[in-house]
């Protein structure tokens, strides 16, 4: 058995592992999800979120035994967290998510990108403290293999992404090289593009680099598929 914490990405919340929860334990695992700062039912103003404060919402959920799970944004949490406190945690798993290079935020890992899906359907808040997608483009961008049903749960629970954390470089050094890890790329992403998901893990271990044939959202595309997958990959950390 194991421990599983799930961090989800930019604009969701805890609410996102919905389908993935039950299904990580009805392989016999145990499973949470917490909402970042400012998501869900957290109460953080948008405006005073900080890349510090992801990374110690995720050390205070984390135990020794734990697997770190971060989908999207949330691989940039996660990796703060493990380089802060590799002790507090078994290994990371990064979903479809941003790989850290040491120095960079993750509007630069952004940029460097083969391509930019997602520009379009940004919406900036006149304050510029935090950005929200279109509504329009969403299902497309995000859900566009998903059941309706997960679709219509989804979009009306989306909050706006506080944009400081995401402008905010991290260091990275040995600490958090040394951490098991293991990358889930997406090949139907529409959002962050399958090439520089590949890319961003290119030096990686093989064996620990695997895929899905989903979108964006595997957790509620192929929840079962992403759990057994997740199962397969936690026999190897």
Same mark, same amino acid.
């Given at each position: 058995?194991?421990?599983?914490?799930?961090?989800?990405?930019?604009?969701?919340?805890?609410?996102?592992?919905?389908?993935?929860?039950?299904?990580?334990?009805? #392989?016999?695992?145990?499973? &949470? *999800?917490? =909402?970042?700062? %400012?998501?869900?039912? !957290? @109460?953080?103003? +948008?405006? /005073?979120?900080?890349?510090?404060?992801?990374?110690?919402?995720?050390?205070?959920?984390?135990?020794?035994?734990?697997?770190?799970?971060?989908?999207?944004?949330?691989?940039?949490?996660?990796?703060?967290?493990?380089?802060?406190?590799?002790?507090?945690?078994?290994?990371?798993?990064?979903?479809?998510?941003?790989?850290?290079?040491?120095?960079?935020?993750?509007?630069?890992?952004?940029?460097?990108?083969?391509?930019?899906?997602? #520009?379009?359907?940004?919406? &900036? *808040?006149? =304050?510029?403290? %935090?950005?929200?997608? !279109? @509504?329009?483009? +969403?299902? /497309?961008?995000?859900?566009?293999?998903?059941?309706?049903?997960?679709?219509?749960?989804?979009?009306?629970?989306?909050?706006?992404?506080?944009?400081?954390?995401?402008?905010?470089?991290?260091?990275?050094?040995?600490?958090?090289?040394?951490?098991?890890?293991?990358?889930?790329?997406?090949?139907?992403?529409?959002?962050?593009?399958?090439?520089?998901?590949?890319?961003?893990?290119?030096?990686?271990?093989?064996?620990?680099?695997?895929?899905?044939?989903?979108?964006?959202?595997?957790?509620?595309?192929?929840?079962?598929?992403?759990?057994?997958? +997740?199962?397969?990959?936690?026999?190897?950390?």
């Amino acid at each position: 058995m194991a421990d599983f914490l799930l961090i989800h990405g930019s604009c969701h919340g805890a609410w996102c592992w919905r389908d993935v929860i039950p299904a990580l334990e009805a #392989l016999g695992h145990n499973a &949470r *999800a917490i =909402d970042m700062p %400012s998501h869900g039912d !957290d @109460p953080t103003p +948008v405006g /005073e979120v900080t890349l510090a404060g992801c990374r110690d919402a995720i050390l205070a959920a984390s135990r020794p035994e734990t697997i770190v799970l971060g989908h999207s944004w949330g691989g940039y949490p996660i990796s703060a967290a493990g380089e802060a406190a590799p002790e507090k945690m078994r290994a990371l798993i990064y979903l479809c998510a941003y790989v850290p290079v040491s120095g960079l935020s993750m509007i630069d890992m952004r940029k460097r990108g083969p391509r930019q899906p997602l #520009l379009p359907a940004v919406r &900036r *808040a006149e =304050d510029g403290l %935090s950005y929200t997608f !279109d @509504p329009e483009q +969403v299902p /497309e961008l995000f859900y566009h293999d998903c059941p309706q049903e997960a679709v219509a749960y989804a979009m009306p629970r989306l909050c706006p992404q506080a944009t400081a954390p995401q402008n905010t470089p991290l260091t990275l050094s040995e600490k958090w090289e040394g951490l098991p890890k293991a990358y889930i790329r997406c090949a139907g992403d529409r959002a962050i593009p399958p090439e520089y998901q590949a890319e961003m893990v290119q030096d990686w271990p093989r064996e620990r680099v695997f895929s899905l044939p989903t979108s964006h959202s595997p957790f509620f595309s192929d929840p079962k598929g992403l759990a057994a997958l +997740v199962d397969r990959i936690a026999a190897t950390l």
